[in-house]
């Protein structure tokens, strides 16, 4: 069982940063394949950025490309998402996601993922 907790939601102003984290639990967090997503009001859960096991390998949506950077320390069991240049589209609830058996980013939604409980992200316009 893999237990994930995300912090760094709120409200910002468009144009503003904020960064995600995303802590882990259990000892075999280094070969985790991690990722973001997000969900809106609405709208199905979409995949935001994922990075591999060791963070050399990275992946973004089209949308967060330029502007938000994933990154993990595996000291810490923590694997991040800065945010930067917000728009008021981005507003959506954020959910990290661990995969257990695949080590590469985590990209889409697959039965084998860990979520966690969501934080939410509200960009003021």
């Known amino acids: 069982q893999v237990q994930l907790v995300e912090s760094g939601g709120g409200l910002v102003q468009a144009g503003g940063s904020l960064r995600l984290s995303c802590t882990a639990s259990?000892?075999?967090?280094?070969?985790?394949?991690m990722g973001w997503f997000r969900q809106a009001p609405g709208k199905e859960r979409e995949f935001v950025a994922g990075?591999?096991?060791?963070?050399?390998?990275?992946y973004y949506a089209d949308s967060a490309k330029g502007r938000f950077t994933i990154s993990r320390d595996n000291a810490k069991n923590t694997v991040s998402l800065q945010m930067n240049s917000l728009k008021p589209e981005d507003t959506a609830v954020y959910y990290c996601?661990?995969?257990?058996?695949?080590?590469?980013?985590?990209?889409?939604?697959?039965?084998?993922?860990?979520w966690g409980q969501g934080t939410q992200v509200t960009v003021s316009s």
């Open positions: 259990g000892r075999s967090f280094s070969s985790y394949g």
């Open positions: 990075i591999n096991w060791r963070g050399g390998s990275t």
């Open positions: 996601a661990a995969d257990r058996t695949i080590p590469g980013p985590v990209i889409r939604p697959r039965p084998s993922l860990y």
